[in-house]
T-cell receptor, first 115, second 113 residues
Framework: DAGITQSPRHKVTETGTPVTLRCHQTENHRYMYWYRQDPGHGLRLIHYSYGVKDTDKGEVSDGYSVSRSKTEDFLLTLESATSSQTSVYFC??????????????FGEGSRLTVL | AQSVTQLGSHVSVSEGALVLLRCNYSSSVPPYLFWYVQYPNQGLQLLLKYTTGATLVKGINGFEAEFKKSETSFHLTKPSAHMSDAAEYFCAVTSPTGNQFYFGTGTSLTVIP
């Protein structure tokens, strides 16, 4: 158990409202990731972080921003939610001796519905 | 960017039959390779991984996969399917720098009694 907690686990919101998803880890792993999972697309990387205040874009970053002010927390924000952002969002951390070549451990997911 | 192709979005096998889930990747540099399993309403769990060394990798629940560089493949197998194997399976590969992970679109495995 890599000690990953996502919140909220379920959220329904309306188009145009801001939404923030939180990922919390209990261990001091350097790399954290946000993915979205959609049918037919598998998991697609939104953003990732390689340290406090160090983040980079993934393949589907448009419409999303992230912040990491503490090692243990990685926040994903939808500034103005759209229906196309209805998805299941997974946070993951990379666990390995070198920090970047280990496997990913995933949270339980956050199901977001944008009406 | 790396890409991962999983042939067959849905695979059905009979209980006790061989499970074969296919994964091919595109990479100019041998990456690290992974198979993950996802049960309904859960996150992904690591089944097995290949980093270096022996190309036949054994994982949990009787699964194994073989890295074939010449074929850029990393197919997942299990000799005898069990009902509890019904789940979604994802193949993943790292970027050359190792700091990004790319996933296939997944294969849903159904096990028929």
């Amino acid at each position: 158990d890599a000690g990953i907690t996502q919140s909220p686990r379920h959220k329904v919101t309306e188009t145009g409202t801001p939404v923030t998803l939180r990922c919390h880890q209990t261990e001091n792993h350097r790399y954290m990731y946000w993915y979205r999972q959609d049918p037919g697309h598998g998991l697609r990387l939104i953003h990732y972080s390689y340290g406090v205040k160090d983040t980079d874009k993934g393949e589907v970053s448009d419409g999303y921003s992230v912040s990491r002010s503490k090692t243990e927390d990685f926040l994903l924000t939808l500034e103005s939610a759209t229906s196309s952002q209805t998805s299941v969002y997974f946070c993951a951390i990379s666990v390995g001796t070198s920090g970047i070549t280990g496997e990913l451990f995933f949270g339980e997911g956050s199901r977001l519905t944008v009406l | 960017a790396q890409s991962v192709t999983q042939l067959g979005s849905h695979v059905s096998v009979s209980e006790g039959a061989l499970v074969l889930l296919r994964c091919n990747y595109s990479s100019s540099v041998p990456p690290y390779l992974f198979w993950y399993v996802q049960y309904p309403n859960q996150g992904l769990q690591l089944l097995l991984k290949y980093t270096t060394g022996a190309t036949l990798v054994k994982g949990i629940n009787g699964f194994e996969a073989e890295f074939k560089k010449s074929e850029t493949s990393f197919h997942l197998t299990k000799p005898s399917a069990h009902m509890s194997d019904a789940a979604e399976y994802f193949c993943a590969v790292t970027s050359p720098t190792g700091n990004q992970f790319y996933f296939g679109t997944g294969t849903s495995l159904t096990v028929i009694p």
